[in-house]
C-alpha cells in the first residue's frame, strides 16, 4: 500500500526464489499445506505490484519493464510462469489484472487476487456494540479493497499511453488523443499523471528496508513543448567490451597459475 512495487516484486521474488529451491525439503514438512499457501498468496502480490508497477506492459510490449523490465525486477523465468500459473487456476485473473482499462473483468480480477494474497487488516476503531449485528471483521478488508481498487483506476489508460510514447520521437496531442479516443484537455491531464506515477520509492542500497528515495521507474522521458509531445528514450546502453576484457584477464591468470603448477608424481 505504500505503492513501492518494483521493491515489492524484488523481494517477493527473493522468497519465492528460496521456495523453489527448497520445494524438497518443504514436501516434507510437517506445514507443507500452509507453506504451499502462503507461496500462491505471494504469487498473488507478485502479480499485482507486476501489474502496477507497469513491468508486464513493457515487456508485452517489447520492451524494458519498470526501470528495465522483467530482467532488473529481478523476476526469473520459472517464477513468472509458476506466478502466471497460480493466477489463471484462480479463473484467468492475469488476463483480466492486465487489461488496458479498468471494467468490471479487471476490477473482479484485482478484488479476487487482493481478497486471497493480502494480509488481515485490523480497524483502529472499537465497533458500536450497540447497532445490529454487522460482519466488522470485514469492514477492515472492504476498506482497504476500495483504496486498492481506487489506485488501480487511478492508472486508467496510463499503460496504452505509454506505450503510444514507447512508439514516437515527437506526437502532438491532437493526434495522441485521436489514438486515446479522448479530448485534448483529458490528453494532457493524463500525461501529468503519468509523470506523477512514474515516480515511485526506491531502496536505497546499504539502508534499512524503510529507507528509500524518489526515482523515475519507467525508461521513456518526454516534455511537452506547446502541443507537441518530444519524447526522448533514455535507455541505459549495455556495455559489454568491459565485461569480455575483465574474463580475458581472468583467463590468462588462470592460464597463467596452470602452467606455473607443478605436476605430482604419482605414488
Not at 486508467?156 to 493526434?175: D, G, M, Q, R, W
Request: proline letters at 2%; aromatic letters at 10%.
Amino acid at each position: 500500500m505504500c505503492r513501492r512495487y518494483i521493491d515489492a516484486v524484488k523481494v517477493f521474488c527473493y522468497f519465492l526464489q528460496y521456495a523453489q529451491r527448497n520445494k524438497h525439503v518443504i514436501a516434507r514438512s510437517s506445514q507443507a499445506d500452509l507453506t504451499k499457501r502462503r507461496i500462491d498468496q505471494m504469487r498473488g502480490l507478485l502479480g499485482m505490484a507486476y501489474v502496477l508497477s507497469g513491468a508486464s506492459n513493457a515487456a508485452q510490449n517489447g520492451g524494458g519493464g519498470a526501470d528495465g523490465g522483467r530482467d532488473s525486477t529481478l523476476i526469473d523465468e520459472g517464477i513468472y510462469a509458476e506466478m502466471v500459473d497460480t493466477l489463471e487456476k484462480m479463473g484467468d485473473r492475469w488476463r483480466g489484472m492486465r487489461a488496458a482499462t479498468p471494467s468490471a473483468e479487471s476490477d473482479a480480477a484485482f478484488s479476487s487476487v487482493f481478497q486471497f494474497a493480502a494480509p488481515k487488516f485490523l480497524t483502529v476503531c472499537m465497533p458500536n456494540f450497540e447497532a445490529p449485528r454487522a460482519d466488522v471483521h470485514a469492514a477492515a478488508m472492504a476498506l482497504q479493497l476500495r483504496q486498492f481498487l481506487a489506485e488501480v483506476h487511478s492508472r486508467a489508460k496510463i499503460n496504452e499511453l505509454y506505450s503510444y510514447l514507447k512508439l514516437f520521437t515527437s506526437i502532438s496531442v491532437s493526434k495522441l488523443a485521436l489514438f486515446l479516443k479522448i479530448d485534448e484537455e483529458a490528453t494532457q491531464a493524463l500525461l501529468l499523471k503519468l509523470v506523477h506515477k512514474s515516480r515511485q520509492q526506491r531502496w536505497v542500497a546499504g539502508g534499512s528496508p524503510a529507507d528509500a528515495a524518489w526515482a523515475q521507474v519507467h525508461e521513456v522521458h518526454f516534455t511537452l513543448q506547446r502541443d507537441v509531445v518530444v519524447v526522448a528514450d533514455q535507455r541505459a546502453q549495455k556495455r559489454f567490451g568491459d565485461f569480455f576484457i575483465r574474463q580475458a584477464y581472468r583467463l590468462h591468470d588462470l592460464t597463467q597459475d596452470c602452467k606455473a603448477m607443478k605436476a605430482q608424481p604419482r605414488r
